[in-house]
């Protein structure tokens, strides 16, 4: 069996209005002020070729989506079987620096709960390719808030959304509130997971959180690696 890919950074994940883009920026700048050195992505861990002409296909399935409801299993299908197939190959290329911590604003958990609860029973990201093949972050932050708090920062938002898939979902924030209701579940009581709610305190210190997480993950990881150069040495000497 592959190894899972293991990457030293922090997922933030989570639907739309929750907090991650706003979060990401306060970390990555903590992280520069810690001495490492940082990249920000967002949606995948590689891009141009193939994962980008995939994203523009994906979205170009909501263009015409004004007037269509949100439990559109044609639309659904289109999206997350070619959102899901961008994943699947952006894992394959990615080849994290071995210096650099990452900060990724959303990844795959998302996309998850789209196929799983409006394309049910499709296998898109079926539950073999999360356990072997999904990275693995060293924190990984499931980012939530109250419904309130999500439909005052969607009215707060200004100018075009970013893409077709944002404006559809904008347009259906109930839906999105009951999808993180769903998404919640599945990962509350994740070990792989940490839950923060980001109505409940400022930015800041919701940084300064998921940074002391950072913090501990490093240092264990640390530990591991030299645990483990040092069984090696042993055994080349023994050797």
């Known amino acids: 069996m ?11 994940d989570g639907h739309e209005c929750s907090g991650k883009t ?16 940082v990249t920000q992505s967002h949606g995948t861990l590689t891009g141009g070729g193939l994962v980008e002409a995939m994203l523009r296909e994906a979205v170009a399935v ?11 299993l044609r639309l659904w299908r289109r999206f997350n079987s070619i959102r899901s ?11 994290p620096g071995p210096d650099e911590v990452r900060v990724q604003d959303r990844y795959w958990l998302t996309q998850h709960s789209f196929n799983t609860f409006l394309t049910p029973g499709e296998g898109y990201l079926a539950p073999e390719w999360i356990r072997t093949r999904a990275p693995r972050f060293a ?9 309130a708090a999500r439909r005052e920062r969607m009215a707060a938002r200004t100018g075009p959304a970013k ?13 999105i509130i009951r999808l993180d209701e769903l998404t919640l579940r599945q990962v509350v009581d994740d070990p792989e997971w940490t839950v923060l ?5 400022g930015v800041p210190e919701l940084a300064e959180q998921v940074l002391d997480l950072f913090d501990t993950a490093d240092r264990a990881g640390n530990t591991s690696r030299r645990i483990l150069d040092h069984l090696t040495t042993r055994k080349a000497t023994a050797s």
């Open 2 to 12: 592959t190894q899972r890919p293991f990457i030293s950074g922090i997922l933030l």
């Open 22 to 37: 706003s979060l990401a920026r306060v970390i990555s700048a903590g992280l520069r002020a810690r001495g490492h050195a």
């Open 62 to 72: 909501f263009d015409d989506a004004v007037d269509r409801p949100f439990h559109d």
């Open 85 to 95: 197939a961008q994943l699947v190959v952006d894992a394959e290329l990615a080849r």
């Open 139 to 147: 924190v990984q932050v499931y980012l939530t808030c109250a419904p």
């Open 163 to 175: 893409h077709a898939v944002n404006a559809f979902l904008h347009r259906h924030l109930d839906e």
């Open 197 to 201: 709610r980001t109505d409940h305190v």
